[in-house]
């Protein structure tokens, strides 16, 4: 089966740097690469994803880049603020490009200090 | 629309007690799911179902029971509760992939902090 490799476990920012947090998948028949963030306490909540014939997307402040050939794929946020705080998790999807079949990664507790 | 509902949200259970999670849905979801959280593990799927009268094992579904008998439910059976099974667990439900709806977006619900003693 799949398996999603997420780096780092931990990141810790300056209030208004960027963050970058990266995750390698292993099954080249995966299409779709979402991202979720979950704040301490509640739900992860989807805040943005990519599918295999796009290379970079972009949504105000967090952006997302895949390299099919590396198996890799980020998620870039600029200018963080202190709701940017929270554990994100990369999660990837064999041969659809559904919800169903996601493996998720590890997860990284992002820290952004004031 | 409600989305997800989980219910309970904390349950304390000694060591071969069963319970079951509750989980409903009300946005005509035909994928429904299992997810058990632990620190520094992530989102292990226990088990999944696609339709009702459908399921199937995830990742880690030794020590858990599903059914599907309708779209709108899919409940999480622990037959005989063990200390490793203390968790957080999320119930999330999406569109299917191959219908046109599909964005890929998982709705999860807010989960149940289970202690097994």
């Known amino acids: 089966g799949e398996n999603v490799e997420q780096h780092p476990s931990t990141l810790s920012v300056q209030e208004g740097d960027s963050a970058v947090i990266k995750c390698t998948y292993s099954d080249s028949a995966s299409n779709y690469f979402p991202w979720y963030k979950q704040e301490l306490g509640k739900r992860p909540q989807l805040i943005i994803d990519i599918r295999s014939n796009v290379g970079e997307k972009k949504d105000q402040r967090i952006a997302v880049t895949l390299n099919k050939t590396a198996k890799h794929f980020s998620l870039h946020i600029t200018e963080t603020q202190p709701e940017d705080s929270a554990v994100y998790f990369c999660?990837?999807?064999?041969?659809?490009?559904?919800?169903?079949?996601?493996?998720f990664g590890k997860g990284t507790h992002l820290i952004i200090q004031p | 629309n409600a989305g997800v509902t989980q219910t309970p949200k904390f349950q304390v259970l000694k060591t071969g007690q069963s319970m079951t999670l509750q989980c409903a849905q009300d946005?005509?979801?035909?994928?429904m799911s299992w997810y058990r959280q632990d620190p520094g593990m992530g989102l292990r799927l226990i088990h999944y179902?696609?339709?009702?009268?459908?399921?199937d094992q995830g990742e880690v579904p030794n020590g858990y029971n599903v059914s599907r008998s309708t779209t709108e439910d899919f409940p999480l059976r622990l037959l005989s509760a063990a200390p490793s099974q203390t968790s957080v667990y999320f119930c999330?439900?999406?569109?299917?992939?191959?219908?046109?709806?599909?964005?890929?977006?998982?709705?999860f619900g807010e989960g149940s902090r289970l202690t097994v003693l």
């Open positions: 179902s696609v339709g009702a009268g459908i399921t």
């Open positions: 946005m005509n979801h035909e994928y």
């Open positions: 999330a439900s999406s569109y299917l992939k191959q219908g046109a709806r599909s964005t890929g977006e998982l709705f």
């Open positions: 999660a990837a999807s064999i041969g659809g490009g559904g919800a169903d079949g996601l493996t």
